[in-house]
Structure formats: C-alpha cells, structure tokens
C-alpha cells in the first residue's frame, strides 16, 4: 500500500507539472492602438475646387436706325479668322478689321446670329496691298450661299460667284472696275427673294433676277460660309459692317 500510494504521488506530480509547463501563461489582450489622425497641416491641403472660368461675352450687336452693327471698331466680337490654311494674319486696327496677304486666302467669318433673306449689308472696304480681290463677301440667299466679288481676276473684275455654276468672270453680272490701293469704297449689298443687289459708292454694280437660277459659290471660299469676308493673295481691309433686316421696313 505504502508502494502503491508513493507510486501515485509521483505520476500525479509529473502530470500536474507537465500540464503546467505546457500551459500559455495568460497574456493581456493587445490594446486597440487609436485611429491615426491627419496631421493638422494635411487636412489644408485637400484639393481646392477651381471655380468656372466666366465664359468670354459675345459682342451685343448695336441696333440703331434699323441696322444692327456687325463690328464695333475695336474687336473681333463674333467674327472669327477664318482657317483657310496659309492665311495671313487678321487683326483690328484703327477702327478696321485688317486682313493680311496670306498665301492664297485671308478672311473672317461670321459666328453670330445671321439672317438669311430679306436684308442689306453695307460696310466700307478697302485694298491694302496686291492686285487681287479685296473683298470676297459670301452671303446667304436663303440656304445658299453666293459670293460678291470686288477687284478679282487681276484686280478688277467684280460681280457674283456663281449663278449656274457660271462665275463672276463669267455669268451676267460680269463687270470691270478699277480701284486705288488705300482708297476706302462703299459696298451695299440686297437680298430679296428674286433679286440680288449691289451698289459701289452708290453706283450700281449688280442687278439680277436669281428666279429658277441655282447660286453656288467656289471651292476656295467654303469656310467663309455662311458669312464672312476674304481676300485673295491681297491685303485688304473692311470697316462699318453693317445689317438692315428688310422685314423691318417697308420694302
């Protein structure tokens, strides 16, 4: 008995010390860390919203008298250089719209409100340099486009291009003039549902009944639709644009 008695004291001390030493001590759950905080300098530099950019104004046309002012003498407005490729260089000096020789083509075209029938446009044009056209004015009849031309084909042929498909150097508006370089000339240009006029310093210049004709314009001048102004291989430059709305008067 004594035997057996020692004999268990000594297998319940080995058991209680190995199930001791095998035992993970109890350790102290880990302390959540705080969440990390932006330093204060960081929270400025988030990203600033950029306000709009004011959207540039469009020049107001002036009305006065029944005309409305296509250019106010000292800025583009709602004309725009027309990309002809090649083309020289277009700016506003005293009170002009300066078109420069470019290699064939220079213009402007008009981006703003247009009228398409029923109307006058009168402005004031001049040649510059060169010995070509100094005013290609392109105009809408209606949904087509036509194209008055002053001192083309060697600098003095003038009329409308095209009606048929027949030129200015060739249809019945064909006409020669001579012009000065530096000599302002007063171009008033009609619009009717029959008709085509126009007058240089008040002398008629083209008179023609446009009923049953088809009118095109050249290949060249496409960019100046559905308005605008052109020279070619010339320097020119054009003031005093002007638009009457014939509906507005009595015709």
Known sequence: MRVTGLVVMVVAGLWFGGC?????????????????????GLLQLAPAVTPARPETPMVTVQEGDGEISLFD???????????FGGQGDVAVKDGA?????????????WTGPVVRMDYEITLEAMRVEGHDF???????VGEKPCTLVLGGWGGSLCG???????????????????FENGKWYRVRLRVVPDRIQ??????????????????????EVEESQPLGIATW?????????KLKKLADEAQ
Request: proline residues 7%; contains cysteine.
């Open 134 to 140: 100094f005013c290609g004015l392109t105009f809408p």
């Open 73 to 83: 003498g000292q800025t583009l407005g709602q004309w725009k250089a027309t990309d």
């Open 198 to 219: 126009a007058w240089l310093d008040d002398e008629d210049l083209v008179d023609v009944d446009i009923t049953g004709k088809t009118l095109s314009i050249r290949l």
């Open 160 to 178: 409308l291009s095209s009606i048929d498909s027949f030129d200015a150097s060739e249809n019945e508006t064909t006409k020669m003039m001579s």
């Open 97 to 109: 719209i300066h078109m420069a020789m470019g290699s064939y083509m220079t213009g402007i075209t």
């Open 233 to 241: 291989n010339t320097a020119g430059a054009v003031r005093n644009i």
């Open 20 to 40: 001791r030493s095998a035992t993970t001590p109890a350790q102290s759950p880990p302390q959540s860390q705080p969440a990390a905080q932006p330093e204060p």
